[in-house]
């Protein structure tokens, strides 16, 4: 069963993995993301984190809470995302989420706060 936080740390802080491996092993063919109210589908998702991987250096995923009950899913996370440029974007990140029956996510829908956007000095 994937976790957010799993999920995360594949997809951008395990270069062993490509964006596609680390898809296919988190979300199931048909997902579906809603994120602070719009809708993507898996290879709009799939464009996103090619885009994300590439201008985030480093994420670190601190989770507040977490809930399982069956193939339903919600957690509570902050997220700390370094870009490349320095740039640093820490937000707070409402998931409520239902995986397939291989544990994947299915569909995942969130509400993120931004907690504060700083750069950093090199």
Same mark, same amino acid.
């Given at each position: 069963?994937?976790?957010?936080?799993?999920?995360?740390?594949?997809?951008?802080?395990?270069?062993?993995?490509?964006?596609?491996?680390?898809?296919? +092993? #988190?979300? =199931?063919?048909?997902? &579906? @993301?809603?994120?602070?109210?719009?809708?993507?589908?898996? %290879?709009?998702?799939?464009?996103?984190?090619?885009?994300?991987?590439?201008?985030?250096?480093?994420?670190?995923?601190?989770?507040?809470?977490?809930?399982?009950?069956?193939?339903?899913?919600?957690?509570?996370?902050?997220?700390?995302?370094? +870009? #490349?440029? =320095?740039?640093?974007? &820490? @937000?707070?990140?409402?998931?409520?989420?239902?995986?397939? %029956?291989?544990?994947?996510?299915?569909?995942?829908?969130?509400?993120?706060?931004?907690?504060?956007?700083?750069?950093?000095?090199?």
């Amino acid at each position: 069963m994937s976790t957010i936080k799993e999920a995360i740390e594949d997809l951008f802080n395990n270069p062993q993995l490509s964006a596609e491996e680390a898809i296919n +092993r #988190h979300f =199931g063919p048909d997902f &579906r @993301q809603r994120t602070n109210g719009s809708w993507d589908n898996r %290879p709009t998702f799939f464009a996103r984190i090619i885009h994300l991987r590439e201008t985030v250096k480093q994420a670190t995923i601190t989770v507040l809470d977490e809930l399982v009950d069956g193939e339903r899913y919600a957690e509570r996370h902050i997220v700390d995302l370094v +870009r #490349h440029d =320095g740039e640093r974007i &820490r @937000q707070e990140v409402y998931v409520f989420a239902q995986r397939d %029956p291989a544990g994947r996510f299915a569909r995942i829908e969130e509400t993120t706060l931004i907690l504060d956007n700083q750069q950093e000095t090199p």
